[in-house]
């Protein structure tokens, strides 16, 4: 039975992980802010490692990525100790962020269309 639960907590994390990689986050960022949100409180860069089970140096950068994204925020404290952000509001941040970012894709695929759409009628015209 305990098999089986873990099957099924290990099933659920690939899933949350693989929605937050499509909301654009990195596996190592979405592994970490599961790993924070698990902890539930203060920790440290060694404790976020531990949990995510990621290799300590390999923390920092995603972790000051996040920082700058509003999902995670730093206790000042020695050692530093970071937090995850309230579930609801950073899950609205990165749906706002991915929101931005289809609006300039559509901005781009315009330009192409519009472009695109120009050569096929300089080629489509007959010649005199």
């Not at 060694?46 to 089970?53: E, L, S, V």
């Amino acid at each position: 039975m305990e098999r089986s639960k873990e099957r099924e907590r290990i099933s659920q994390n690939e899933e949350v992980t693989a929605t937050l990689r499509q909301l654009g986050l990195t596996f190592v960022q979405a592994k970490i802010y599961i790993a924070l949100n698990q902890i539930g409180e203060e920790t440290t860069i060694d404790t976020i490692a531990k949990t995510a089970k990621i290799a300590r140096q390999h923390v920092y950068e995603p972790l000051k990525v996040l920082e700058k994204m509003s999902l995670v925020q730093r206790v000042v404290d020695v050692p530093p100790k970071y937090e995850v952000l309230p579930v609801k509001e950073t899950l609205g941040i990165l749906m706002e962020l991915r929101k931005k970012e289809n609006c300039e894709l559509q901005k781009k695929i315009d330009f192409v269309i519009k472009n695109l759409q120009k050569n096929q009628t300089k080629k489509a015209t007959p010649k005199k």
